[in-house]
């Protein structure tokens, strides 16, 4: 019989469980892998880019990304920086607030667990939870115990890199007590494309440029990467958290590949200008995607050309409208859309609406960050309100 038992020792999972322990609670964490914050060890390029300065409800995806709001105001991105300075981590700022680790991710997990020994958490690893039950008491079902516990706290993560031991448990044990779930997708992941994409842009695949993708209202202005399935990088994970609502469907969206430049920097007027088109577009494009590119103006020189046709080729590299088939699925999507509902949970506490000492942190819940760094620090927030209340 523990008072807490926590299901999952990743991110979430260990934090939550050192914090519920240094509030005097008996804590077990039971683990399915063999080894603790597996996810952790492979993030941020194996740096571990732990949080994000910027973080705020705005950066998550959900039904109702305003759940965040309080668990990210009540422990911040300063705050879990205080705890990595407390164990001397260094650390280091890149591009848009991203924080990582000088060393290795293996600094973070070395951390976590260390604020659980410190504070007498139990953990067991490869550990396989088949179900929980609840009467007086929560029982947790493994193949060869039971488990017991005044209050469970579910951090099993979502369905992202199955090769990581990703599992659906933390879905099932919410519906086993009726607790609705948010239809999931792979989140933040690459993008496919057809046939016709591909034969199309077959010499691209490597090409980079920095573009200003955009759907719905939304915008990212990061490197996009063309592929030998379609297309990557840092602004087209951005934005394919908002193409698909979880039934599978792909939405179209925009993307300018010229996001500084307009149509008068590229052709001033009057033009003088005797390159052809294309090659003054490969001044500010990479050439093999200029040569990909079909436009009926490509080859003609930019004297002979109207001010209108000009107008044209620009528009249609800074408004290239884009209409995925797909994705790559789980095994490359860094995070999972969707999940147990917001709606079915206590924002102060992320604790069960309906069942009494069942909380669902991390991951698992429809709460999904943009890259770089908000996906940790939702799971340090949500753990921390869990912790300080189960």
């Known amino acids: ?12 999972g260990l934090f939550a469980a050192a914090v519920a322990a240094s509030r005097g609670r008996s804590v077990c964490i039971l683990e399915h892998n063999d080894r603790p914050g597996k996810k952790i060890r492979i993030s941020g390029g194996g ?23 309080s668990a990210l105001s009540r422990y911040t991105p300063q705050d879990f920086c205080a705890l990595v300075d407390s164990y001397g981590i260094a650390w280091h700022e890149k591009t848009l607030g991203q924080l990582f680790c000088d060393g290795s991710a293996q600094q973070i997990i070395d951390m976590l667990t260390a604020e659980c020994e410190r504070h007498g958490v139990s953990r067991e ?37 199955p090769s990581l031991g990703a599992s659906d448990v933390g879905y099932r044990i919410a519906r086993h007590f009726s607790i609705p779930v948010v239809p999931c997708s792979p989140a933040l992941v690459p993008l496919t494309f057809g046939s016709d994409f591909l034969s199309k842009y077959k010499e691209c695949p490597g090409v980079s440029v920095d573009v200003l993708v955009s759907v719905a209202g939304v915008s990212f202005r990061e490197n996009m990467l063309f592929t030998h399935r379609g297309l990557s990088g840092p602004a087209i994970l951005q934005i394919s958290s908002y193409l698909t609502n979880g039934k599978g469907a792909m939405a179209p969206f925009t993307v300018d590949m010229l996001p500084d430049t307009s149509v008068e920097e ?4 009057p033009n003088r200008e005797p390159r052809d088109v294309g090659t003054v577009l490969a001044t500010r494009l990479p050439r093999r995607l200029v040569q990909a590119w079909h436009h009926e103006a490509m080859k003609r020189r930019t004297d002979q050309c109207s001010k209108s046709l000009l107008a044209d080729v620009v528009a249609s590299v800074k408004q290239w409208h884009v209409l995925p088939q797909g994705n790559e699925g789980y095994a490359k999507a860094e995070v999972t859309r969707g999940g147990v509902s917001t709606a079915a949970l206590h924002q102060k506490t992320m604790e069960s609406r ?8 991390g991951e698992v819940v429809d709460i999904t960050g943009w890259l770089g760094g908000y996906n940790f620090q939702w799971a340090w927030s949500s753990a921390y309100v869990a912790g300080q209340a189960v």
């Open 47 to 69: 740096r571990c880019n732990f949080t994000n300065i910027h973080t705020t409800h705005r950066a998550m995806v959900s039904e109702n990304p305003e759940f965040a709001r």
């Open 125 to 161: 690893y490869g550990i396989e939870v088949r179900s929980v039950e609840k009467s007086d008491v929560f029982s947790i079902h493994t193949p060869g115990s039971i488990v017991q516990a005044r209050s469970v706290i579910v951090a099993t993560g979502g369905l992202s890199i």
């Open 354 to 361: 309906t069942v009494q000492g069942l909380y669902f942190i």
């Open 266 to 269: 590229m052709f001033p007027q």
């Open 1 to 12: 019989m523990f008072d807490v038992v926590v299901l999952g020792a990743g991110a979430a």
